[in-house]
């Protein structure tokens, strides 16, 4: 089937804009490599799909990612150069990243505890301007943060982002706004968002890029309610304080998470003191501790009051539903079954709290099961002492041969 966008090399878009190879794909639409006609430069060009026009809703989505480009201007966001949203070939030609998406590049080799608190530090500064403009991005994941060549870190796709004094709400029929995989916890609830739900999405963003895969994975809406049920993991080895500060920003509770500024302040101090100083203090965390922040020793978060756990805010019949119908499927009302994370992780220092999860295998590494009625014995234990034997068995038989051999070689001696 040939695809419903611009035929590249055939035609110049809006008599200026020659497009090239696609460097980015969307639900909506491609991004292009484009070469500017008129001021003789490379572009990155983002143009619609054919289909996307048939709903109003796209093109008003479109134009408002065009109009909040044109609001913004910071070093950390993607330059908007031109963009036209009327007509039948809408666009918007943007400043050409050399580089790749955190996400590609994350598949390859996670990043250190240093490199990852520069790119989170850059990013929280990011955020900070976007949310002094009163807008929030709602959709902050790995593939929509640019990694370029010359070192800067560039967050893009503000498609989905929404002004907090907007009443407008350019959500279609059957779409959730956001990415299952990076939604906050109020989002999947069908909460009003505030700044709050980007600082949670930013952390999952950092705990995917120090691990190299996503805290949660699975079908989009067992991923999405996954959330309000168990809080992300930290399944590798860092320092106490980014622990610490990861587990404030996935908090379930949007008024404990720290805000854009703070975040990125206290992630440009962990990379400024340097590798040798974020190794000091290792800890492997799971992440939020609801009931309280851990104090952390690296980055100072300071402990903070929690509400009780039967006090916390249940997520509504209607928003799971609403979200149940945006996905098309029955219900949400009954969570799903996750499979529990096996990794064996060590508790932060500062939490006195005990695991909540039981290992499914024995310290031995072999797996739990029932207990025999009939001897009144653990069959894991069984297997271990008959893994114990084996070498001693080994060795019986091997001294058993090593005899026979000797005694063979003395009564040849004797007769010969």
């Given at each position: 089937?040939?695809?419903?966008t611009l035929n590249p090399g055939t035609q110049l878009l809006a008599n200026?804009?020659?497009?090239?190879?696609?460097?980015?794909?969307?639900?909506?639409?491609?991004?292009?490599?484009?070469?500017?006609?008129?001021?003789?430069?490379?572009?990155?060009?983002?143009?619609?799909?054919?289909?996307?026009?048939?709903?109003?809703?796209?093109?008003?989505?479109?134009?408002?990612?065009?109009?909040?480009?044109?609001?913004?201007?910071?070093?950390?966001?993607?330059?908007?150069?031109?963009?036209?949203?009327?007509?039948?070939?809408?666009?918007?030609?943007?400043?050409?990243?050399?580089?790749?998406?955190?996400?590609?590049?994350?598949?390859?080799?996670?990043?250190?505890?240093?490199?990852?608190?520069?790119?989170?530090?850059?990013?929280?500064?990011?955020?900070?301007?976007?949310?002094?403009?009163?807008?929030?991005?709602?959709?902050?994941?790995?593939?929509?943060?640019?990694?370029?060549?010359?070192?800067?870190?560039?967050?893009?796709?503000?498609?989905?982002?929404?002004?907090?004094?907007?009443?407008?709400?350019?959500?279609?029929?059957?779409?959730?706004?956001?990415?299952?995989?990076?939604?906050?916890?109020?989002?999947?609830?069908?909460?009003?968002?505030?700044?709050?739900?980007?600082?949670?999405?930013?952390?999952?963003?950092?705990?995917?890029?120090?691990?190299?895969?996503?805290?949660?994975?699975?079908?989009?809406?067992?991923?999405?309610?996954?959330?309000?049920?168990?809080?992300?993991?930290?399944?590798?080895?860092?320092?106490?304080?980014?622990?610490?500060?990861?587990?404030?920003?996935?908090?379930?509770?949007?008024?404990?998470?720290?805000?854009?500024?703070?975040?990125?302040?206290?992630?440009?101090?962990?990379?400024?003191?340097?590798?040798?100083?974020?190794?000091?203090?290792?800890?492997?965390?799971?992440?939020?501790?609801?009931?309280?922040?851990?104090?952390?020793?690296?980055?100072?978060?300071?402990?903070?009051?929690?509400?009780?756990?039967?006090?916390?805010?249940?997520?509504?019949?209607?928003?799971?539903?609403?979200?149940?119908?945006?996905?098309?499927?029955?219900?949400?009302?009954?969570?799903?079954?996750?499979?529990?994370?096996?990794?064996?992780?060590?508790?932060?220092a500062s939490s006195s709290r005990p695991s909540r999860t039981i290992p499914?295998?024995?310290?031995?590494?072999?797996?739990?099961?029932?207990?025999?009625?009939?001897?009144?014995?653990?069959?894991?234990?069984?297997?271990?002492?008959?893994?114990?034997?084996?070498?001693?068995?080994?060795?019986?038989?091997?001294?058993?041969?090593?005899?026979?051999?000797?005694?063979?070689?003395?009564?040849?001696?004797?007769?010969?």
């Open positions: 089937m040939r695809d419903e200026r804009y020659a497009l090239g190879d696609v460097i980015g794909k969307g639900g909506m639409g491609l991004v292009y490599r484009a070469w500017d006609s008129v001021l003789e430069r490379d572009v990155a060009v983002k143009v619609l799909h054919r289909l996307a026009l048939e709903e109003e809703v796209n093109r008003a989505r479109f134009t408002s990612e065009a109009n909040t480009l044109a609001e913004l201007n910071h070093p950390g966001l993607i330059t908007l150069y031109d963009a036209a949203t009327d007509g039948d070939e809408p666009y918007i030609a943007m400043e050409l990243i050399e580089g790749e998406t955190l996400s590609r590049y994350c598949k390859g080799e996670p990043l250190s505890p240093h490199e990852a608190s520069r790119v989170g530090a850059s990013l929280g500064e990011t955020l900070g301007y976007v949310h002094s403009r009163r807008i929030v991005h709602r959709d902050l994941k790995p593939s929509n943060v640019l990694l370029a060549e010359t070192g800067e870190i560039k967050l893009g796709d503000f498609g989905v982002a929404r002004a907090l004094d907007s009443a407008d709400r350019l959500t279609g029929t059957g779409l959730t706004m956001g990415t299952a995989g990076y939604l906050s916890p109020e989002q999947v609830r069908g909460e009003e968002i505030r700044e709050s739900s980007d600082i949670y999405s930013l952390g999952l963003v950092l705990i995917e890029a120090l691990s190299g895969r996503p805290a949660y994975r699975g079908e989009p809406v067992a991923v999405a309610v996954a959330r309000l049920h168990n809080p992300p993991r930290i399944d590798v080895d860092i320092p106490a304080g980014l622990a610490g500060l990861l587990t404030a920003m996935t908090d379930n509770d949007p008024g404990q998470r720290p805000e854009a500024d703070e975040v990125a302040g206290q992630l440009r101090a962990f990379h400024e003191r340097g590798d040798g100083a974020m190794a000091t203090q290792v800890v492997n965390l799971p992440a939020p501790v609801r009931h309280g922040i851990p104090e952390s020793p690296d980055v100072g978060v300071p402990a903070q009051t929690r509400r009780a756990r039967g006090n916390h805010v249940a997520p509504s019949t209607a928003g799971l539903e609403a979200l149940a119908a945006d996905f098309g499927v029955s219900t949400l009302l009954e969570p799903p079954q996750i499979e529990a994370t096996q990794t064996p992780t060590r508790r932060h499914r295998t024995d310290p031995h590494g072999l797996p739990r099961h029932s207990i025999n009625t009939d001897s009144g014995e653990l069959p894991h234990r069984r297997e271990l002492r008959e893994r114990r034997r084996r070498p001693r068995r080994a060795i019986v038989a091997l001294a058993v041969l090593t005899a026979a051999a000797i005694a063979s070689a003395l009564l040849v001696t004797l007769f010969f």
